[in-house]
């Protein structure tokens, strides 16, 4: 814990501290106009990253990001919704300097099935081009998520810098290409872009840096590649405004733009509770934070009398804390699992597992394998039919996922893999929705859904353990 208590030390004075001009009055990162979205829908996706079933958590988010931006001397924060009316009666609540601004966004001509993964993420690129075209010479769009928090001014070197290239992104490629594959995420951005990328990069969506003029760029080809986007939304690894924007970005990045790396420089650092690898301080040095793991929390800021990033900081450092404890404990069950599995696996015939996971793609269903043998289930993958079809004789798993029924197995084939005393349920996370055999399979999930409602829909099969 000694970490934890030198990490509180040192973070309470730097946030009492503000940077001064020459006449001593705090700094004001002047010509940056920082924007949030709140776009509420309640018949739509929500985020797969919150749980809370209140459409005006977001707000309260950005309230707290607002109170965050004016302690360090940015300006008060813009609130983009399609329901500036709502939004405005919810904030009468608060005092005078704790509201951001509201703007109502003009209806959008991006069309999208409400079933959408982050659904409401996608109006960002209407807020871009809305706010983008009330720019005045010199000011940048400072386009943020609203699940974020102000810990210090942004440089005025790095303004100044962006200001003259147009703008800044967040490069969060290493992230993206270690978790799902540089082959996989690559394919995803050049069939968005519809061509192949020089340098592909995935940017991160929590924070834009942008001029007016290069807003003008950014803005169609985003849109060109929106429309490709929704072709091909289901074959995406990933849903929202990250795909289409990245590609407009490397689009633009290949057309002979410089795009500066704000992550490089510490402007934003995306911190999940559960990362428990990196050090804490480097987060420290950060001018904003992306806490998509800790939306609850910044909620709760928001109905605090009184803003506090050292109270919220002080959080994170504890969650860090008990995280970096529970971490080696989680290691160790799964180690002990895994040896069971493979004993019990190699055991008589008439042994049964808990699931059979085929994933041809060789890393699609990884996280809902890893959940499931987290949760003490005997798993068993499969990258072939035939080697799911070996394994359906030998095992007899009472449950089947597979992320491709079509393509990558026939369900009569196997089915018949046995002789069926018990008929294993089976679900199907689908490639391709539209040639899905529904007489086949229990439960479908479509290309979108989370992996976590596939874990669930497996649980409930087995039923009490």
Known sequence: MLDAALLRKDFAPALRQRTRSASGSPRSSAGVVPCALVYVDTDSAGSPNCDSGDPFCYLEQAITLNRSLKAVGLPTLTVATNVAGKVVRYLDKLDAGSRPHVLQLAPSQLALPKNTRFYSAHFKLDMIEQIGATLRDGELLMVLDTDMLALRAVDDALLTRCRALGVGAFDISDQEFSAYGDVRVIDDLESVAGTSLQNPRWFGGEVLLASAGFIKELVPRAHECFARYLRVIHELNHNGDEAFISAALNLLSDSGHQIIDLGAHRVVGRHWSGNTHRDLRWFKGCSLLHLPGCKRL????????????????????????????????????????????????????????????????????????????????????????????????????????????????????LLGARDLIHRPVMIAFSTDDARLDWTQWDRWFSRSADPSDVVNAVTQALGPR
């Open 298 to 413: 910044l909620e709760r800021q928001a109905r605090r009398p009184a803003f506090s990033a050292a109270h919220v900081w002080r959080s994170l450092v504890l969650r860090h804390e008990l995280n970096r404890t529970v971490w080696p404990l989680r290691r160790w069950m799964r180690s002990q699992v895994r040896p069971r599995l493979r004993a019990h696996a190699s055991s008589t015939s008439t042994q049964q597992i808990d699931v059979l996971v085929l994933d041809p793609d060789a890393g699609r269903l990884s996280m809902v394998v890893s959940r499931l043998v987290s949760l003490g289930l005997y798993v068993m993958p499969a990258l072939t039919s035939q080697e799911a079809c070996s394994e359906m004789r030998r095992l007899c798993p009472r449950v089947i996922v597979s992320s491709s029924p079509i393509g990558a197995v026939d369900a009569d084939e």
